[in-house]
Structures are given as C-alpha cells and as structure tokens.
C-alpha cells in the first residue's frame, strides 16, 4: 500500500538520521546542558539542584529532544542551540510546573502502552469539539497536552531501547475532520500552532491520519494547504477506518462513545483514567490558570473550563455568507450559507437559481474584459483632448487674425 510505505519511509527517515548525527547530537546536548541550562536558570536566580533546575536538565538531558531542534534547523548547531535557549526560556517561565492537561473530548493522549505498530504514542484530536470551547483554553489544553505526550515519547523511548527496541521520536495524530468547519477562530489557532507550538515542540508530532474527510471539508483542506509548510503537508494522510488498522493496531484505536468509530476496542472510560496511568513524580499541579478563563462577551458568568461552552440565549445559530466566487464554495457560481454550528454550506435561498449564475457570470465577464474596457476608455479620452485642443488652437487663431484686420 502506497502511503502504508510512504509512512513506514518516513519513520525510517527520522531514526536514520539520529543515528547519522549521533555524535553531532551529543556535542549539541554538551553545550546546553553547560552553557545555556546555568544561564537560563541565572536569569531567573535559581540553581541547578532545586526543582525548577532539575526539571529543566532533565529535558536537555532527553537526546530525542536535542535530535528533533537538531533536525528542524538543518542540523546547523548555532541555530539549534539558540531555539533550544528560547524554548528553555518559555518552559522556565511559562510552562512550570509541568502540567497536566484536563481530559476533555477535544484532546486526548492515550495512555501507556497504546502506541502505533512503530511503537509511536497515539494522540486523537476530535475537532466537533473544539468549538465548545473559548480559544484561549484550547491553546492552554494543546500546550499542556504537547508536555504530556512529549513525556510519553521520552518514556516508550527508554521502554523500546530497554528491550533492544527501535528510537522512538514522535507521536503520531488520528485528526478526526467530522463537524470541522472554517471560522476566524480556527484560523486564529492554526496560526498559533505554527508561530508558537511547532518551534517550541521541534518535529514532535510525525504522521498525520486524517479521518472521516469529505467533500464539505475542501474549503478547510484548500485553506490548511496555504498555510501548512511542506514538511507538514508531507505527513498528513488520509485514511478511512479499514485503512487506519494498518498503521494501528484495533486494540490501540479509540472507540468513541459519540458518532463514528474508528474500527478500535479502547473504551473512552480507559481514555479518561490516562492521566492517572502517569507516574506519580511528574504528577504537578499546573501552573497555567485554567479556573479562570475568559468571561464571555455577552456578560454572563464563564462556565468551568472542562465544560463545553453552551450558547444560553435561545437564538438561531449566525450564518456565514460565503460568495458566489469564493474558492471555499463548494457551489461555485452560487452564493451559499453555512451556520456556525454546521459543516455543510447550502445555497443562500434554498435552491441554486439561473438568475444567481447569470450574475456570476455576468461579474467574471466584466473582470475579464475590464482591462481592455479600460484602455479603450483612456483612448477616446485621449482623442477627444486632442480634438479639444485644435479647435481650440484653430480658435486662437481666428480671433487673432480678426484682431489684426481690425
């Protein structure tokens, strides 16, 4: 099966070369542990033996971390080491103590030993859900989320290489598209995702398994391909349930409690206890507020984060109008409709009518021919101030040959 090899080329790719750049990474890990884990930690008064340090070392002291900087700056060691540094930096002030993500629909990282059949850890993202929630807890329950799986790599690393195993270096994401649909909001967190996550968790997420994809989600794919980098664009696959039990075992797939499932036999009450399948040292209270989120903006009191959001006004759901030539309509020619709490657009009056295509029409035929339209114009603009000007010039000429014979 062509993309069953394609991602099997892939991970081999990946652990081919750490073991290329082995030594490489090694000298890289020597130069942040000595040099930017003390000045990190001077900046903010603290000293390698208390916890804070220890955390922090802890990290630098993880190779598969160093190899994935390493690997997304072209295996260049200054740039490397200068995006290891600015990542310290925001771990130190930011994200300690290490968190523990809620356990929501949205997100979840299933628990230990579940992984792919390259031993990669299984994180299933159900996007239906995340428009339940205010964007800024979705960015905190996506940062603590990528602390947690970024440990259960660290941890399938050091199981698989106990037992002679292969390197293990990334998760893999079954992106679940059911319900997915484009609002400002999604875009905003896509672009949060690029700009803040993927330089500060370098190469940690590996193959992408698109599920439950159809044509209602072109416009959302048309709009990821002009934004997503080729080396994401790479890894993404997608697959239908039959397909996915190649790359996953059955017993490792979630089986989720609502809509459709993914052909697995993991229960959804085993995905709620994950966090508590976590070894007990890196159990810390989290330090990003999540009992304060922000207060809506029709003035009612904020529900509690893991809590879905619920719209209390008994209004209809607002429409968004996407235009008759929008690269998004899936009814080119026709504007269409889509609520905010739909996936499907419709056209705008129910039906596609001729008069709406004429119209369509009629505004690319005066695009098309505008710029001729448009050079015509100045053209007789042009000839009527030339004519303008000799019957002027003839004028003055009259008058003053009248005044010389007077």
């Given at each position: ?158 199981e698989s290489r106990s037992r002679g195993g292969c ?13 997915a649909s484009i609002r400002s909001s999604t875009m ?204 002027l010039q003839r004028g003055t000429m009259t008058m ?7």
């Amino acid at each position: 099966m062509e993309f069953s090899q394609r991602v099997h080329d892939q991970w081999q790719a990946v652990d081919a070369d750490f073991m290329e750049h082995k030594d490489a990474i090694g000298r890289v890990q020597a130069d942040a542990l000595d040099d930017i884990l003390p000045r990190a930690l001077q900046q903010d008064g603290l000293l390698v033996d208390s916890a804070k340090g220890a955390w922090a070392k802890e990290w630098l002291s993880d190779e598969s971390v160093i190899f994935r900087f390493f690997r997304r700056y072209s295996y260049t060691q200054d740039e490397a080491l200068k995006a290891i540094e600015e990542t310290l930096n925001w771990r130190l002030s930011d994200l300690y103590p290490p968190p523990e993500p809620p356990p929501t629909p949205m997100l979840r990282v299933l628990p230990s030993p579940t992984s792919d059949k390259l031993n990669r850890p299984i994180v299933v993202f159900q996007v239906r859900h995340l428009h339940a929630y205010s964007l800024d807890l979705v960015k905190s329950i996506v940062a603590k989320t990528f602390e947690l799986v970024e440990l259960r790599i660290r941890d399938a690393n050091a199981e698989s290489r106990s037992r002679g195993g292969c390197n293990v270096h990334q998760f893999v994401l079954v992106f679940d598209v059911e319900g997915a649909s484009i609002r400002s909001s999604t875009m905003d967190l896509m672009s949060w995702l690029l700009k803040v996550i993927a330089p500060r968790f370098a190469g940690t997420c590996g193959t992408i398994f698109v599920v439950n994809y159809s044509w209602a989600h072109a416009g959302l794919w048309g709009f990821a391909k002009r934004i997503l980098p080729d080396r994401i664009l790479s890894r993404i696959v997608f697959t239908q349930e039959a397909d996915l039990r190649h790359y996953i075992s059955p017993d490792c797939l979630l089986k989720a409690a609502i809509g459709l499932e993914y052909g697995g036999s993991l229960d959804n009450d085993i995905i709620a206890d994950s966090l508590a399948l976590r070894q007990a040292p890196r159990t810390v209270p989290s330090a990003l507020d999540l009992d304060k989120p922000p207060v809506a903006s029709t003035g009612l009191e904020s529900p509690s984060p893991l809590q879905p959001i619920v719209t209390i006004l008994s209004t209809p759901a607002p429409l968004i109008r996407i235009s008759s030539m929008s690269l998004l309509n899936p009814f080119f020619g026709y504007p269409v409709e889509v609520s905010s709490d739909s996936i499907v657009p419709l056209p705008r009056n129910g039906r596609r009518r001729k008069r709406d295509l004429v119209k369509t029409l009629a505004r690319l035929w005066i695009l098309r021919i505008r710029g001729q339209w448009s050079s015509l114009i100045w053209i007789v603009m042009l000839g009527f101030v030339l004519k303008w000007l000799r019957e002027l010039q003839r004028g003055t000429m009259t008058m003053a040959w009248w005044l010389v014979m007077r």
